[in-house]
């Protein structure tokens, strides 16, 4: 599931994004190579070949009894997103709510500020 989801150029856009944020030994010239092939049909990316070609460290892989693949929170969210819809509209409506919160806490203070000065 995880290399259909890498074959997408919208992830590979959100991935070297990602890296290019975080990572100051990532390979931009590595990562526009695999965002010019992304979205053919004969594009396969594996998080191994991602992170050997790229030098990326937002996602780990390891193979063998005990490997897996991670991925920091940012990128698990966004793979998550992909697979369902659901929990990316409980991602929107979480983050709506917060920055209500935020909001509310913010000109809750403005007015004590208020008060408190008059």
């Known amino acids: 599931m995880i290399t259909s989801w890498m074959r997408g150029k919208d992830t590979i856009e959100f991935l070297g994004l990602w890296e290019q944020l975080c990572n100051p030994d990532f390979k931009p010239i590595e990562f526009d190579r695999f965002r010019k092939e992304a979205g053919y049909n004969v594009f396969t990316l594996s998080p191994q070949k991602w992170i ?60 004590l500020n208020c008060e408190i000065s008059k």
């Open 52 to 111: 050997e070609n790229t030098n990326a460290i937002g996602i780990v892989s390891k193979s063998g009894r005990y490997g897996g693949t991670f991925a920091h929170s940012d990128i698990a969210f966004e793979f998550a997103s992909w697979i369902s819809a659901e929990f990316k509209l409980y991602i929107i409506k979480d983050y709506k709510r917060l920055k209500n919160d935020e909001s509310s806490r913010l000109s809750l203070g403005w007015n």
